[in-house]
Structures are given as structure tokens and as C-alpha cells.
């Protein structure tokens, strides 16, 4: 059974900083391409970075040079570090994997909240 856990998210204040991480169990993590999305209150959910099995990042155009998504292949870990965070930033953040092969094979964590003060 694959599960996506997702940790690091919670109440920070305008400007500063957290850390989201998912450890994804049940698959061969090396294999996957992994992202983070975000769903807001009344929104549709969005991609906000994303990292190929290759190391390769794309980044949401409102994240670009305030987040930072990478991985560790041997802890199977991929990481969010969010910084200048502001309130629009504000919330649920939700781990993605996928990888393609006859069909796409796609999982995604029960998602982390991410709340910012203004």
C-alpha cells in the first residue's frame, strides 16, 4: 500500500519560513517524480514545484526564488523549504508522485496546512 506522509507544515508570520517534507512508503522513490501542490479555501488545487526523478525542478511563477523543492534519494524524502512566506501563501499543501509507465501511477498525501499572519 503507498502512503504519501507529509510533515513540516503549520502557523508562521509573514516573512518567515517553514520546511515541508514527504516521506512516501510503498514505492521506489527514486523512480518518481515528485511535487508539491496547494489548495486554498473557495480555490483550485495548484502545482506549486515539482522535481523529477532526475533532479530537474519547475517552479509556479508565484514561488519563483521564495521556495525551494528538493530530494534525498536515500532518506526518500522530498523537501519544500518555503521562505518569505506571506498570507496568500496560506493553505493545505498536498505531496504528489507520479511516474509513467503503461498508465500513469499517481499518489498524493493527505496534505499539510500551512497558515500565514499577517
Known amino acids: 500500500q503507498v502512503q504519501l506522509v507529509e510533515s513540516g507544515g503549520g502557523l508562521v508570520q509573514s516573512g518567515g519560513s517553514l520546511r515541508l517534507s514527504c516521506a512516501p512508503s510503498?514505492?521506489?522513490?527514486?523512480?518518481?517524480?515528485m511535487g508539491w501542490y496547494r489548495q486554498a479555501p473557495g480555490k483550485q488545487r495548484e502545482l506549486v514545484a515539482a522535481?523529477?526523478?532526475?533532479?530537474?525542478?519547475n517552479y509556479a511563477d508565484f514561488v519563483k526564488g521564495r521556495f525551494t523543492i528538493s530530494r534525498d534519494n536515500a532518506k526518500s524524502t522530498v523537501y519544500l523549504q518555503m521562505n518569505s512566506l506571506k498570507p496568500e501563501d496560506t493553505a493545505v499543501y498536498y505531496c504528489n508522485s507520479r511516474r509513467l509507465l503503461l498508465t500513469m501511477l499517481e499518489y498524493w498525501g493527505q496534505g499539510t496546512q500551512v497558515t500565514v499572519s499577517s
Open positions: 522535481i523529477t526523478h532526475g533532479g530537474s525542478t
Open positions: 510503498g514505492i521506489i522513490f527514486s523512480l518518481y517524480d
